[in-house]
């Protein structure tokens, strides 16, 4: 199975100084056997999203263990 990150460059977040943030938006995550079959997965596990209009989700695939946690 591949694995595939979903997000969007659509909406906006706040830092932790409460400023708004224009930024892209990581919405969920994915897997299939393409990034069709990953995409209706992410979809029916995340029908959520469906609620909020995001109309420009944008994939990409990735290989191995995601590293969380990190810090700037």
Do not use: C
């Amino acid at each position: 199975m591949k694995k595939f990150l979903f997000f969007t460059m659509e909406g906006f977040t706040f830092d932790p100084n409460h400023k708004e943030l224009h930024n892209m938006q990581i919405l969920g995550d994915g897997m299939g056997n393409d990034i069709l079959e990953a995409f209706s997965n992410f979809k029916r596990n995340q029908d959520y999203l469906l609620e909020h209009g995001f109309k420009e989700v944008i994939a990409v695939q990735y290989v191995g263990d995601m590293i969380r946690h990190l810090e700037l």
